[in-house]
């Protein structure tokens, strides 16, 4: 007899076979379908325009609440968004100097 029976006996060669049997399934990974956008940092010389951006995209917002929210970094622009949506928001504000990123 060779291998681990023979070192250890029948009892490890079971265990060892036992163990990698009993080894937990991969976890399904449920693609997420909703999104928060988060402001992460600005790039202070695209301050204006990243404000500006902000405010268009969040109708409800006013230009002050706009430019509190820009100054606030980091923060969440937006909660519970669509993946579609989150990513276009991420690349408009990108765009105009934001750190963005989806959680």
């Given amino acids: 007899s060779s291998g681990i029976n023979a070192e250890y006996g029948p009892a490890a060669s079971t265990a060892a076979s036992a163990a990698a049997a009993d080894a937990p399934p991969e976890p399904v990974v449920e693609e997420k379908t ?49 993946k579609a949506d989150a990513e276009a928001l991420k690349a408009k504000l990108s765009e105009f100097g934001g750190d963005i990123t989806l959680e």
């Fill in 34 to 82: 909703s999104f928060d956008v988060k402001l992460m940092g600005i790039n202070p010389s695209m301050k204006i325009k990243l404000i500006k951006a902000v405010k268009e995209a969040l109708p409800e917002l006013n230009l002050v609440a706009a430019k509190k929210l820009v100054e606030g970094a980091p923060c969440t622009v937006k909660e519970k968004v669509p």
